[in-house]
């Protein structure tokens, strides 16, 4: 695998020192340099084009939020992962939003924060467990619920079923094929491109396709909005167990 290169975007030094010597430490990863806030990390992210941001939402002047969205629009090549203290859904929506493709609290263990910044690299949808708990409650209007799944798994999956919610809601979004339909379940149930690649008996390449197609088809921009747009629009519901968010 090619070196993964970073951008560290924290306003208290201690912090980025911290996150410095964790991916030091590691093998496979290269910091090309840090911001303090918002504006600096834009600045950097056009200049030295890192493939992952590690990005604190709130920071003296320019936000997180506000600098997720600039590089999303200027630098789309790299992406964007928000590391912070905050969990509530006031700075976890925004942020998605924005184009943010993962949400992690800064209490993750250190092999989390690096597991997540290698998905959100490939395309990945990662979110701490207390953000994707939040955001399933949200989305299913306050049911409580357990944990969604991490999305790595050693157990066998049984192809998800079609909901009484999607035979009803179908009609929003017709021109879905079958394959996109069954890759979006996939991705309800937390499951990553390999895994689903797995499960339909397709190449990777092919389910990046159909996730792409997905994207457009659901004005989505990325793996975390087509799941959100995809129970929104009552098309699936998040599969939920004990052990997801990486």
Same mark, same amino acid.
């Given at each position: 695998?090619?070196?993964?290169?970073?951008?560290?975007?924290?306003? *208290?030094?201690?912090?980025?020192?911290?996150?410095? $010597?964790?991916?030091?430490?590691?093998?496979g990863?290269?910091?090309?340099?840090?911001?303090?806030?918002?504006?600096?990390?834009?600045? @950097?992210?056009?200049e030295?084009d890192?493939?992952?941001?590690?990005m604190?939402?709130? =920071?003296?002047? =320019?936000?997180?939020?506000?600098?997720?969205? !600039?590089?999303?629009? !200027?630098?789309?090549?790299? @992406?964007?992962?928000?590391?912070?203290?905050?969990?509530?859904?006031?700075?976890? %929506?925004? &942020?998605?939003?924005a184009? &943010?493709?993962?949400?992690?609290?800064?209490?993750?263990? *250190?092999?989390?924060?690096?597991? &997540?910044?290698l998905?959100?690299?490939?395309?990945?949808?990662?979110?701490?467990?207390?953000?994707?708990?939040?955001l &399933?409650?949200?989305?299913?209007g306050?049911?409580?619920?357990?944990?969604v799944?991490?999305?790595r798994t050693?157990t066998? *999956?049984?192809?998800?079923?079609?909901?009484?919610?999607?035979?009803?809601?179908?009609?929003?979004?017709?021109?879905?094929?079958t394959?996109?339909?069954?890759?979006?379940r996939?991705?309800a149930?937390?499951? $990553? $491109? $390999?895994?689903i690649a797995?499960? =339909?008996?397709?190449?990777?390449?092919?389910?990046?396709?159909y %996730?792409?197609?997905?994207?457009?088809?659901?004005?989505?921009?990325?793996?975390?909005?087509?799941l959100?747009?995809?129970?929104?629009?009552?098309?699936?519901?998040?599969?939920?167990?004990?052990? =997801?968010?990486?």
């Amino acid at each position: 695998m090619s070196l993964c290169t970073l951008i560290l975007v924290d306003d *208290h030094p201690l912090m980025r020192d911290a996150l410095r $010597n964790l991916f030091d430490a590691e093998p496979g990863f290269q910091v090309l340099g840090e911001a303090s806030e918002g504006a600096e990390a834009v600045q @950097k992210c056009l200049e030295l084009d890192p493939d992952v941001v590690l990005m604190d939402i709130r =920071m003296p002047g =320019m936000d997180g939020i506000e600098a997720t969205a !600039q590089i999303v629009q !200027q630098a789309p090549r790299s @992406k964007v992962l928000a590391l912070t203290t905050f969990s509530t859904l006031e700075y976890v %929506v925004p &942020a998605l939003r924005a184009g &943010a493709s993962g949400y992690l609290v800064k209490d993750a263990r *250190h092999e989390e924060i690096v597991s &997540a910044v290698l998905q959100v690299r490939e395309d990945e949808m990662t979110l701490s467990q207390s953000v994707a708990n939040s955001l &399933a409650n949200n989305v299913l209007g306050d049911v409580p619920v357990p944990s969604v799944r991490r999305g790595r798994t050693e157990t066998a *999956h049984t192809v998800p079923q079609e909901t009484p919610a999607a035979t009803n809601q179908q009609s929003f979004v017709p021109d879905l094929t079958t394959r996109e339909l069954e890759t979006l379940r996939w991705i309800a149930k937390g499951l $990553n $491109n $390999n895994e689903i690649a797995d499960q =339909m008996k397709v190449s990777h390449g092919s389910v990046k396709a159909y %996730v792409s197609q997905l994207c457009d088809k659901l004005g989505a921009r990325d793996r975390v909005q087509v799941l959100i747009a995809g129970i929104q629009s009552g098309l699936v519901e998040p599969e939920l167990t004990d052990d =997801m968010t990486q």
